[in-house]
């Protein structure tokens, strides 16, 4: 069922009559175009409704009257919705935000806010967005001390999650829509509230609360004669009583929502008919009336002289010519309109296909960019980890950490705009996996001590103890998140004091909810621009600080935390430092903390008798002369003999004639790829490990990777700890004997 227009068209007649007075001639005739139009989107008369409409357009765009060109577009978008047509919908509820924003009339900006919300929300991928935009309705209703205008969006974002099945959100909105209604006299949102309460508390098998509900909305249905919302009411009526048992009065119901139904569909019919009939009449009327001119004019003829019936001859000849040419204008004018209609609908489905085919563009070219940037971004920071570990070159220690920190900055900013990517594309999902909360806190604060040590700050960690030590969440995401806020802390505070914290605020068996705090005493943010840092690419300007990059870190926060179902707090004020905080719920794992440190230990003594069992070969493929290099240093650090080559068919041959633990595959290369390499040593060797090198963005080919026969994937450029771990864990256990 679609949701609630705000105020629906009613407003549109109220406004009119009220800006009619004092109103000029071109005012009323404008004024004029809108009720048709409106009276013809009433009545469901598309065809006339869209052309009066666009007429509409045209003159409130040639008299520059942006209140006209408001109402116009309203009318478009509202016919484009009921027509199933989104895309010419949201163009014009477009148009309407640009002229609601330019009028400055608070109620105007609500009901394009309403009329967002309504397209996006009915969309699987978009949901959130129209609940967004019902958001931004009540935060203006609570804002101007608007309560009466509080219900519609609540009851709107209730109706959004009971579709979508997510009833304890729904139960937030729905619970105060119901509070909300003991100050309201429209039945029909009364009706709208017990129809979705008693869905509500069908779905939580509540039975009886959830009959109480649907009484009270068909009730409203019945006394107020509600038919649109009718049969919804009674269809939903007797899914509950049927699974309560009670058949009859199932069946029952189930026939008071086909009559429902079929009132709907005669009401339609209803209307097209009358106005059918109406054209007819008017019709015939014309021709009657022409006819008795036509004998009236027959006996004055017959009874003035000859001269006078000339010149009454002339003047019905000229009236008739004058009739046609009126005719013949309009006709022409009208198949005008609807060349201009068809000539913008190819525009715009035009418009579509090339919005389509750049979206692909632009997914083509993040792959290719992620790639094409990595892969010299892999030699910087390698080779400069490799020199760093040179004794001989201490003395140029801190140009190193300079140079490395420069390099991870570039990579993070890359990580950002490809992160926001596939937000915006719905591909990220949380991937689970065990890890230990404190740890993970302490080596965040670890990396930013080069930062800390540049800005003078003093970093305080607060670490919760009461927590399982060892839970399961997508450490990577939380890492994101939580790197993103010390940074934001770090990057705006100079010479002050950064605050992290952990807290457990709920515990059970299985689950634990812990508080996150990322507070500063630094420059702060202002009231006003506290919404604006949660834009993409947006950023603050300080007089302090110069601070320079993508704008997206807290942009990327705020959509990462919805994927935990988690919402970003924040508490600043400009000149006093800021607090950010947010809370996530984690399973608890199954290892004590005392299992998981003997873990880490046994892990390390594995290590330690790999790396005495003897001479161990890998062989790195790369057609990257850099890349070779670094891969070959880091390798050999850790005594492995490596063999380089540089393209599928020499690796194929090397494996074939040679023995070698390990093989590091670099997925892009020319003449034969890394995945076709892989897949034709599998047809003579299946046991020897292979690891993919990658710097593409590997959740778009992450399954053809393991497809082709790959044990593991490292993502260049890598952290040296992760890529021995990742190696250390591939290497044949036979080794170790």
């Known amino acids: 069922m679609k949701k609630n227009y705000f105020s629906l068209l009613l407003l549109f007649f109220i406004a009119g009559n009220i800006f009619s ?80 924003e330019e009028l400055g009339e608070v109620a105007y ?3 394009s806010y309403n009329n967002f919300g309504n397209i ?94 649907f009484e009270k909305s068909a009730a409203l249905v019945e006394d107020e004669g509600l038919i649109l919302i009718g049969g919804d009411v009674y269809s939903e009526y007797s899914t509950l009583l049927f699974k309560g048992g009670q058949f009859e009065e199932a069946y029952i119901a189930l026939l008071k929502s086909k009559e429902y ?20 009449g008017l019709g015939e009327y014309q021709k009657d009336l022409e006819v008795a001119k036509k004998e009236q004019l027959y006996k004055d003829g017959l009874i003035e002289k000859s001269q006078e019936r000339m010149y009454i001859m002339i003047i019905a000849s000229i009236i008739l010519i004058v009739i046609i040419i009126l005719v013949y204008r309009i006709n022409l004018s009208r198949r ?42 892999y030699g910087v920071i390698g080779l ?32 950002d705009v490809l992160q926001m990517n596939k937000m915006e594309s719905n591909l990220l999902d949380l991937e689970p996996m065990p890890f230990n909360l404190n740890e993970l806190m302490r080596s965040i604060v670890k990396s930013f001590e080069f930062t800390r040590l540049q800005n003078k700050n003093t970093i305080h960690l607060e670490l919760c103890q009461e927590a399982n030590s060892n839970l399961i969440g997508d450490k990577v995401r939380l890492s994101q998140i939580l790197m993103n806020l010390v940074g934001n802390a770090m990057k705006f505070t100079e010479r002050g004091d950064i605050w992290i914290k952990t807290k457990l605020i709920e ?31 947006s950023q ?112 194929i041959e090397r494996v074939r004639n040679n023995h070698f633990e390990l093989v590091l595959m670099d997925v892009n290369m020319p003449g034969i790829s890394g995945l076709e390499a892989t897949k034709r040593i599998r047809e003579f060797n299946k046991d020897i490990p292979i690891i993919a090198l990658t710097a593409m963005e590997i959740d778009e080919i992450r399954e053809e990777i393991y497809e082709s026969g790959v044990n593991d994937i490292i993502v260049k450029p890598y952290d040296t700890a992760r890529f021995y771990q990742v190696i250390f864990k591939n290497l044949p256990s036979s080794i170790l004997n």
């Open 21 to 100: 007075q004092g109103e000029t001639y071109e005012d009323k005739y404008l004024d004029s175009l809108n009720v048709v139009s409106s009276d013809y989107l009433e009545n469901y008369n598309y065809k006339e409704a869209i052309n009066n409409s666009m007429t509409l357009v045209e003159e409130a765009k040639k008299k520059e009257n942006t209140y006209y060109s408001y109402r116009a577009h309203t009318l478009l978008g509202y016919s484009y919705e009921d027509l199933n047509d989104t895309v010419q919908a949201l163009i014009h509820y477009n148009y309407v935000l640009e002229y609601a």
């Open 120 to 213: 996006y929300s009915e969309n699987k991928k978009t949901v959130q967005k129209g609940i967004d935009y019902y958001h931004k309705i009540i935060d203006l209703a609570l804002e101007k001390n608007m309560d009466d205008e509080l219900l519609v969006p609540t009851l709107n974002i209730a109706w959004t999650y009971i579709d979508n099945k997510d009833y304890d959100n729904a139960w937030i909105y729905l619970s105060k829509g119901l509070e909300l209604s003991s100050e309201t006299k429209n039945e029909q949102h009364l009706s709208q509230l017990n129809f979705l309460a008693g869905r509500y508390y069908m779905a939580k098998n509540d039975l009886v609360k959830a009959k109480d509900y």
């Open 109 to 111: 900006l609500m009901k």
């Open 507 to 537: 515990s059970s068996e299985k689950t634990a909810k812990i508080y996150f705090e990322i507070r500063d005493n630094g420059s702060g943010i202002s009231k006003h621009n506290q919404e604006l840092i949660f834009e993409e690419f």
């Open 540 to 651: 603050l300007q300080s007089a302090n600080y110069n601070y320079q990059g993508t704008g997206l870190g807290l942009p990327i926060v705020k959509k990462l935390l919805v994927l935990f179902n988690s919402e970003i707090n924040l508490v600043s004020k400009e000149g006093e430092g800021s607090t950010f905080s947010f809370e996530i719920e984690f399973e608890n794992g199954k290892l004590s903390k005392e299992d998981f440190i003997q873990n880490i230990q046994d892990h390390e003594l594995s290590l330690e008798s790999i790396m005495s069992s003897g001479e161990k070969r890998i062989l790195v493929v790369d057609d990257n002369r850099i890349n070779q290099v670094v891969t070959k240093r880091i390798l050999e650090q850790q005594q492995f003999v490596v063999d380089i080559c540089d393209n599928g068919v020499d690796a």
């Open 336 to 377: 005008t309109l609807i060349q201009e209609l068809s000539l913008k609908n190819e525009e715009l489905i035009a418009a579509k296909e090339e919005a389509e085919r750049l979206t692909v563009l632009k997914t083509k070219f993040f792959s290719t960019i992620s790639h094409e940037l990595r892969t010299p971004l």
């Open 261 to 280: 139904n079929d009132k709907i569909f005669q009401k339609e019919k209803l209307e097209q008919i009358q106005l059918a009939s109406a054209k007819f």
């Open 384 to 415: 400069t980890s490799i020199l760093m570990d040179d004794k001989s070159l201490s003395k140029h220690e801190e140009d190193l950490k300079s140079l490395k920190f420069s390099a991870d900055y570039l990579l993070a900013l890359i990580n």
